[in-house]
């Protein structure tokens, strides 16, 4: 595969995987310049950039490049004055950042080719708050008895809020902690590609043998495996085989097992047997926690109000925190000063995720589709028990999310008085402080926007 395709394919990937503010501030103007020996030289344009895809994005572009071309095994960053890509000799400084430098050791820039764990996770650079304390706690307890104590453990929230962080660094404790057993991170789309590619060559036990030898199985994102059912059977009985031989099993989903449609019951039987534990959206106090370790980590200072601001506005997850932190520390290394608290809002506001318009009608079909009733009775005027609880939650998302007059809601909504909307509101105010389970069915119902 020539250069321009490989990187072609690998930029979609890494797209997927990075904010839109972050693609666009590293990845711009970046190419491959060669392919040597299983090495990768990627062009970049100064040493600020080399620097924050070496220390940041490293492992996310080696483990997209692998993906496409299993002969990839490194990849290095050279600075060049040439950013049009082209094959003239670039201009190259000694310094250049290669994945077998002594300034980087190997094993802190590769993913484990045997177990799939990234080494950067682990539970000492895990920030705990009201977020995730519950599902942090349930992780050292498996860690102290693996196979024993929750299991299975599934762990579920919503993307960017840091599930996969938790059950690799769990991974990487278990693997410290035994250094004997084998122990397999792996997402549910490789284990799904393994499955299929296993049937193909006619392979089956040995993909049989392969997972069954594990002593932790750890499956990232469960939700990908909706539609394949063959697979879902296999991952059926594999679950069966590494249970009744005490094998610790970790899952993680971005929503509760029993509201996947499309994941068989009897797996969902099997998930609820141990413990399922959420991690929610971090509250403010967490965040400016996360952003206090992260510029603990890359080195760096920032003005208390920037970081505060940072906090208070970026809510929707730790990967977009992070990464508009990126943007804030790029921003001022490229002007060479510190960034004004308005010059930040400004980065923000530029840079912030284009608003998706939600109807009335897009909202009503989100709630009735999750509690799987016809959108047609909430505007009936029925009583019934399986109604009126997606009615009034409809009606709370409607005011609290979208800032939606009672009145105008009341009129959408069947033409019910707005007396009758603000009521339905205040109960579930009122509700959601006493009942965990609503509270889980809000986010997952926001989490579809």
Same mark, same amino acid.
């Given at each position: ?17 990075? $904010? ?37 994005? +490293? $492992?996310? &572009? ?99 809020? =840091?599930?996969? +962080? ?6 990487? =404790? ?42 932790v199985l750890i499956m990232d994102d469960i939700q990908f495996l909706v539609g394949k059912d063959k697979t879902q059977e296999e991952l059926f009985h594999l ?12 899952? $993680? ?156 809601? =009341? ?9 009758? &909307? ?28």
């Amino acid at each position: 595969m020539d250069n321009k395709e490989l990187w072609d394919k690998a930029l979609v990937d890494i797209e997927l995987e990075v $904010s839109k503010a972050n693609f666009s501030t590293w990845f711009k103007n970046t190419h491959i310049i060669k392919q040597e020996a299983g090495t990768v030289s990627v062009s970049v344009q100064n040493e600020f950039v080399r620097d924050w895809l070496s220390n940041k994005y +490293h $492992s996310t &572009v080696l483990r997209v490049l692998r993906n496409i071309s299993s002969d990839v095994r490194g990849v290095e960053y050279v600075i060049t004055k040439n950013d049009r890509g082209d094959k003239s000799a670039p201009v190259i400084k000694k310094d250049v950042f290669s994945p077998f430098s002594p300034e980087l050791p190997l094993q802190d820039t590769y993913i484990g080719k045997e177990d799939g764990l990234n080494p950067r996770y682990i539970f000492d650079s895990f920030i705990i708050g009201p977020f995730n304390e519950l599902a942090h706690a349930a992780a050292q307890a498996v860690q102290k008895k693996p196979g024993i104590m929750y299991n299975p453990l599934f762990i579920y929230g919503s993307t960017g809020y =840091g599930k996969t +962080h938790l059950i690799q660094a769990l991974g990487n =404790g278990l693997k410290k902690q035994n250094p004997g057993k084998k122990i397999q991170y792996v997402s549910s789309e490789k284990f799904s590609i393994d499955y299929v590619t296993s049937l193909g060559n006619n392979r089956v036990n040995e993909f049989k043998e392969k997972y069954r030898k594990y002593d932790v199985l750890i499956m990232d994102d469960i939700q990908f495996l909706v539609g394949k059912d063959k697979t879902q059977e296999e991952l059926f009985h594999l679950y069966n085989a590494l249970y009744e031989n005490n094998k610790q099993i970790i899952f $993680s989903s971005d929503k509760h097992p029993n509201y996947i449609n499309g994941l068989e019951d009897r797996l969902k039987s099997r998930f609820g047997s141990g413990m399922i534990v959420e991690i929610t959206m971090p509250e403010y106090e967490s965040r400016l926690a996360i952003l206090r370790e992260k510029m603990k980590q890359q080195q760096v200072i920032i003005p208390d109000e920037i970081v505060q601001y940072i906090a208070e506005t970026i809510q929707s997850s730790i990967r977009e925190l992070e990464g508009t932190l990126n943007l804030v520390v790029c921003q001022a290394q490229l002007k060479n000063k510190t960034l004004s608290l308005n010059e930040v809002k400004t980065l923000i506001k530029n840079n912030a995720k284009p608003t998706k318009p939600v109807s009335i009608k897009d909202v009503v079909k989100t709630v009735t589709t999750f509690y799987n009733i016809d959108e047609r009775v909430i505007y009936e005027k029925t009583r019934r028990k399986e109604v009126v609880k997606p009615r009034q939650v409809l009606m709370y998302i409607l005011r609290e999310d979208f800032n939606i007059s009672y009145p105008l809601i =009341g009129q959408k909504l069947g033409g019910r008085d707005h007396t009758t &909307v603000i009521h339905s509101c205040e109960k579930i105010k009122v509700d959601i402080k006493t009942d965990m389970l609503l509270v889980q069915e809000i986010e997952q119902i926001r989490a579809l926007f």
